[in-house]
């Protein structure tokens, strides 16, 4: 079965700085894919950016970035010239083969003016 | 584009009284579904996932069933209500490249 950890509960992070929330993983699928979903205040989960593992390169959709090691089995997300509407809870998700997502606790991003 | 309805928003409802949350999605089809439960400052559990009309996976046992009358609509039921029922359901649809896109959510206290 699939596992996701994240470890850290909270993180803090000034103003334009940049900040890696970090994500491991266990599967046993040859082929898999990483997730990143964002979740305000408001309860919304918003998906941020995909990883595949076979991917040659990490993952970027704008100021969001995946940072991959495959051979550690890790998927940070690494957000860079952060705002304050970064502020938010961040999942981290792995599906199985049938299409079941698991997902990690949560790490609650405070981004500090 | 492809969107994802919830309702109610948010809910209050007394113990042993029933529910009925509804989701449904737009502008795509056969879409596979899902139900998870959020706990306050907890990650999601899924609750059902179904693959087609009819069709309901459970997860975990529970006061709560699902039901899916029509290809995009998803229904979470429970005939009656316990405490620990609260939390914040959130239905999901999967798409492509097996990403699922989250509905706004329903906020349910049980008193």
């Known amino acids: 079965a699939q596992k996701i950890t994240q470890t850290q509960p909270g993180m803090f992070v000034q103003e334009k700085e940049a900040v890696t929330l970090d994500c491991t993983y266990d599967t046993s699928d040859p082929s898999y894919g990483l997730f990143w979903y964002k979740q305000p205040s408001s309860g919304e989960m918003i998906f941020l950016i995909y990883?595949?593992?076979?991917?040659?390169q990490n993952a970027t959709e704008g100021r969001y970035s995946l940072n991959f090691q495959k051979a550690r089995k890790s998927a940070n997300l690494v957000i860079s010239a952060s705002q304050l509407g970064d502020s938010a809870m961040y999942f981290c998700a792995i599906p199985n083969t049938g299409n079941q997502f698991y997902f990690g606790t949560g790490t609650s991003l405070t981004v500090i003016p | 584009s492809q969107t994802i309805h919830q309702w109610p928003a948010t809910l209050v409802q007394p113990v042993g009284s029933p529910l009925s949350l509804e989701c449904t999605v737009e502008g795509t089809s056969n879409p596979n579904l899902y139900w998870y439960r959020q706990a306050a400052g907890r990650g999601l559990q899924l609750l059902f996932y179904s693959v087609g009309i009819g069709q309901i996976s459970s997860e975990v046992p529970q006061n709560l069933s699902a039901s899916r009358p029509q290809d995009r609509q998803f229904i979470l039921s429970s005939k009656k209500l316990l405490l620990s029922d609260s939390g914040f359901y959130l239905c999901?649809?999967?798409?492509?490249?097996?990403?699922?896109?989250f509905g706004p959510g329903t906020r349910l206290t049980v008193l």
């Open positions: 990883q595949g593992s076979y991917d040659q």
């Open positions: 999901a649809w999967s798409g492509g490249r097996n990403e699922q896109f």
